[in-house]
């Protein structure tokens, strides 16, 4: 139950297209969402978060959809470019607890010019 | 803007010696965290430290497994006889009122 299930594990993207990256959840105690960007020997940098109060989030390029009664949510990324290309985490937390981040499995995006 | 650090960035040790992993946290940051990544996977959790006491450990953190603040801004890991399987990239984690900071990590290669 403290799972959190990410697709797809790669994902190549031509240059100015949509990445779509899924996680879906089964705890419904979760309470905050964050996405992870991280490039190869570096740390998670954090990108996007979104709080289940609302169904949509978005900063710049980047977006999230919250879907609680389905418990997914997913991270679009709009028009991709080469310097997108990482490996991206969903996670999950709940905040009045220790608020131990739980991550999804990654997806490694590739972006090609 | 302010970073969480760590050091070494790669450290190598045989099977059975013991090994610190040291962070300095973000300055004014209260929740501390440990996290591992064996290489190809998925980050995990390892410990979470608030107010000078663990507040929660994975299974993965046993008794091989401590932490420490031993002054005001250092946070550290030790792992008293390492494993081959304790190979992995340690991360540590500070967090404000929301969001968790990640340091760059330590390799930690155990032969």
């Known amino acids: 139950q403290q799972q959190v299930k990410q697709s797809p594990q790669s994902l190549i993207v031509q240059k100015g297209g949509i990445s779509i990256i899924n996680c879906a959840y089964e705890?419904?105690?979760?309470?905050?969402f964050p996405w992870y960007q991280q490039f190869p020997g570096k740390g998670p940098a954090l990108l996007i978060a979104i709080r289940p109060d609302v169904s949509e989030k978005k900063e710049g390029r980047f977006t999230i959809s919250f879907n609680k009664s389905a418990k997914q949510f997913s991270l679009h990324i709009m028009d991709s470019q080469p310097g997108d290309s990482a490996t991206y985490f969903c996670a999950a937390s709940i905040r009045l607890n220790t608020d131990k981040l739980i991550f999804g499995t990654g997806t490694r995006l590739q972006v090609f010019p | 803007e302010p970073e969480v650090t760590q050091t070494p960035s790669h450290q190598v040790t045989q099977m059975g010696q013991e090994v610190i992993l040291r962070c300095v946290p973000i300055s004014n940051h209260l929740y501390f965290y440990w996290y591992r990544q064996i290489l190809g996977q998925k980050v995990e959790f390892l410990v979470s430290?608030?107010?000078?006491?663990?507040?929660?450990k994975s299974e993965i953190f046993d008794d091989q497994f401590s932490v420490e603040r031993p002054d005001g801004s250092n946070f550290t890991l030790k792992i008293r006889s390492t494993k081959l399987e304790d190979s992995a990239m340690y991360f540590c984690?500070?967090?404000?009122?929301?969001?968790?900071?990640f340091g760059p990590g330590t390799r930690l290669t155990v032969l």
């Open positions: 705890n419904t105690a979760f309470d905050y």
């Open positions: 430290f608030y107010n000078n006491e663990i507040s929660e």
């Open positions: 984690a500070s967090r404000d009122s929301d969001t968790q900071y």
